[in-house]
Structure formats: structure tokens, C-alpha cells
């Protein structure tokens, strides 16, 4: 069974609210159940879950910008729900060299305001996978510049059960970087 407009929009919520660990709302509830798309613990059967398709894109976002803007709207028109992971503090000086200039609940905060969004988690401290077995997304977005592996992920996304495509977005945008914007003289004057 093909799930309508409406049908998606709830379980859209369904996964949000199973993923985040919030209450699913009554309306909600009323009709994915009715379709059995819910079970009784207002979880996702695999009939709901298989009827929409999660999206993950994830990044550190310590300067939101207009390149940040066209990956993220790019990667929500790969499917119905958006699922961005920030990365975290640790991880960012581990692989970047760097401290953040905002730290990761408020980079996480920043992300989710952006429109496209639907749900931003902050990533695993030491183990990305887990982090996609968390989400359990059909497609992982990446960037036109991250450094991440396709044939890896999906090796690895495979090994651990899950069936992931992998698409690597362009950008119009491909000078406009964090490090280019910080390393700027100007950026000091704001």
C-alpha cells in the first residue's frame, strides 16, 4: 500500500517523534494506526517505514551559508524526511585541527531553524556508523567537498544490515566555505 500526501506527512512525524523520542501527536496517531503503519507503541512497522524515505546529510555548521543553505535544500529533495547530523565538538578538533567557534548544542540548534530540516541530532562521539544505524536513512547526502567514502559507507552500511544509496551533491557555491569566511580578514569586524 502507497501512502498519500497526508499519510506521509505523519509518518514523517512518526519517524521524527520514534527518532528524537518525542510523544507523536493524536491526529497522527489516529491515522497510521487506522492504516497499521504504527504499532501499538507508536512505532513505525516496517509497511509505515518503508512508505517514506529518510534522508541524513550531517556537517559540523559552525558558520551557516549559503552553501550550507543549497546542500541541505538539495539534500531534503532526495526525499520526504531530512535527518542532518552536527557533528560533535571532539570530532570536530580530532578531524578539523580545530575547536568550534559555536559549540555543538548550539550548532545543532542553528541547523534545525533552517527550513529543510526536520530533525538535527548530534553525531556519535567515536563512531559515525552509529550514528547511521541510529538514523537508519535510504539515502546519506554528502557534500561536494566532504571527505567521506561512498564505496566505505555502503560496505559498511550493508554490514550492518542496512541497504543505504550514497549521492554526492554539487554546489554553486564552492569557494564559500567556514574556514574561507574565518580565515577572512573582515570576519574579525563583525
Known amino acids: 500500500m ?11 512525524k512518526a519517524y521524527i517523534s520514534e527518532l528524537i523520542g518525542e510523544p507523536l501527536d493524536a491526529d497522527a496517531v489516529k491515522l497510521l494506526s487506522s492504516k497499521g503503519y504504527i504499532d501499538s507503541r507508536n512505532r513505525l512497522t516496517d509497511s509505515g517505514r518503508s512508505n517514506i524515505t529518510v534522508v541524513m546529510a550531517g556537517g559540523v555548521f559552525d ?3 549559503p552553501g550550507h543553505v543549497y546542500f541541505l535544500r538539495k539534500a531534503k529533495e532526495l526525499g520526504d524526511v531530512l535527518v542532518v547530523v552536527v557533528a560533535r565538538d571532539i570530532n570536530v578538533l580530532r578531524f578539523k585541527g ?3 567557534i559555536h ?6 540548534e542553528l ?6 530540516v526536520d530533525a538535527a541530532i548530534l553525531g556519535d562521539e567515536s563512531d559515525l556508523m552509529k550514528t547511521v544505524e541510529r538514523v537508519r536513512p535510504d539515502i546519506i547526502a554528502l557534500g561536494y567537498d566532504q571527505v567521506h567514502d561512498e564505496r566505505w559507507l555502503e560496505e559498511e552500511s550493508r554490514k550492518r544490515g542496512l541497504s ?12 564559500i566555505k567556514s574556514r574561507n569566511i574565518k580565515s577572512d580578514p573582515r570576519f574579525g569586524q563583525f
Do not use: F, G, W
Not at 166 to 173: G, K, S, W
Open 2 to 12: 502507497t501512502a498519500d500526501k497526508a499519510e506521509k506527512e505523519a509518518l514523517a
Open 63 to 65: 558558520i551557516i551559508h
Open 98 to 100: 580545530v575547536q568550534p
Open 103 to 108: 559549540n555543538e548544542s548550539l550548532r545543532r
Open 111 to 116: 541547523v534545525s531553524a533552517i527550513r529543510y
Open 164 to 175: 543505504v544509496r550514497i549521492v554526492r551533491l554539487d554546489t554553486p557555491y564552492p569557494n
